[in-house]
C-alpha cells in the first residue's frame, strides 16, 4: 500500500495567488482529514470528510480556503487569495470510518507564501 | 474548554536511558487517547491508542498509561535509540465527535550517543 499521497511536497507562491493541495486517501479508506501544522499554533483541524461529504469545516480559517473531495479517491485544499500567514505544512490523513480510530498521515505539503 | 498539555516541552537524553513523556487532558466526555510520533519532515505516525476501558498498552518499547480519572497519560520509551529523537505527540477525542480530535502541542525528545 502506497500509504496517503500528497502533491506538491513543497509550494512557494506569491502572496495573492492560488493554491491547490492535493491529497489521494489509502484505497478503502472512507474517510479524510486535512490538518495544519506551524510552529506556534501546532496541528489543527481544518475539515473533514466521511464518504465524501463534507462533516465538519470548523475549523476552516476563512472563506479564502475551501476543500472538495469530489470522490473516494481525491480531495483537495485551495487556497484563493493566498497570504503570508497561511505558510505551514498542510497534512492530509485518513481512516476507515466506525471501525478503528487511527488515522493514517500523508507526508505533507509544505507551503511558503512570500 | 477541551486542552490538552504535555511535558515536558523539549527533552534530552543519553541512548540507552529511559525516559517518560506526560500528557494531561480536560477533554470531557472522553473518547480516546492517543500518542503519535512524528519525525522531522514527516506525517504523524500512531503508536498506541487507548479508550476510557484500557489503562496500559505497549508497542514495542513505547508503553502508554492512561488514568481516566485523573485525566492524564504517560508514554514510556525503554532503552532509548537514536531513531526515537522525534515529536512525542498526544491526541485525545470525545464521544461527542470521535474525529474532532485536540492536539497537544508535543514533546521534542533528543536522543544522543
Known amino acids: 500500500d502506497a500509504g496517503v499521497i500528497q502533491s506538491p511536497r513543497h509550494e512557494v507562491t506569491e502572496m495573492g495567488q492560488e493554491v491547490t493541495l492535493r491529497c489521494k486517501p489509502i484505497s478503502g479508506h472512507n474517510s479524510l482529514f486535512w490538518y495544519r501544522q506551524t510552529m506556534m499554533r501546532g496541528l489543527e483541524l481544518l475539515i473533514y470528510?466521511?464518504?465524501?461529504?463534507?462533516?465538519?469545516d470548523s475549523g476552516m480559517p476563512e472563506d479564502r480556503f475551501s476543500a472538495k473531495m469530489p470522490n473516494a479517491s481525491f480531495s483537495t485544499l485551495k487556497i484563493q487569495p493566498s497570504e503570508p500567514r497561511d505558510s505551514a505544512v498542510y497534512f492530509c490523513a485518513s481512516r476507515v470510518a466506525g471501525t478503528s480510530y487511527e488515522q493514517y498521515f500523508g507526508p505533507g505539503t509544505r507551503l511558503t507564501v512570500t | 474548554k477541551n486542552q490538552v498539555e504535555q511535558s515536558p516541552q523539549s527533552l534530552i537524553i543519553l541512548e540507552g536511558k529511559n525516559c517518560t513523556l506526560q500528557?494531561?487532558?480536560?477533554?470531557?466526555?472522553?473518547?480516546?487517547l492517543r500518542w503519535y510520533k512524528q519525525d522531522t519532515g514527516r506525517g504523524p505516525v500512531s503508536l498506541t491508542i487507548?479508550?476510557?476501558?484500557?489503562n496500559t498498552k505497549s508497542n514495542g518499547r513505547y508503553t502508554a498509561t492512561l488514568d481516566a480519572d485523573t485525566k492524564q497519560s504517560s508514554l514510556h520509551i525503554t532503552a532509548s535509540q537514536l531513531s526515537d529523537s522525534a515529536s512525542y505527540i498526544c491526541?485525545?477525542?470525545?464521544?461527542?465527535?470521535?474525529?474532532?480530535?485536540?492536539f497537544g502541542p508535543g514533546t521534542s525528545l533528543s536522543v544522543i550517543p
Open positions: 470528510f466521511n464518504n465524501n461529504v463534507p462533516i465538519d
Open positions: 491526541v485525545v477525542s470525545a464521544q461527542t465527535s470521535y474525529d474532532k480530535v485536540i
Open positions: 500528557c494531561n487532558y480536560t477533554v470531557s466526555p472522553f473518547s480516546n
Open positions: 487507548m479508550t476510557f476501558s484500557e
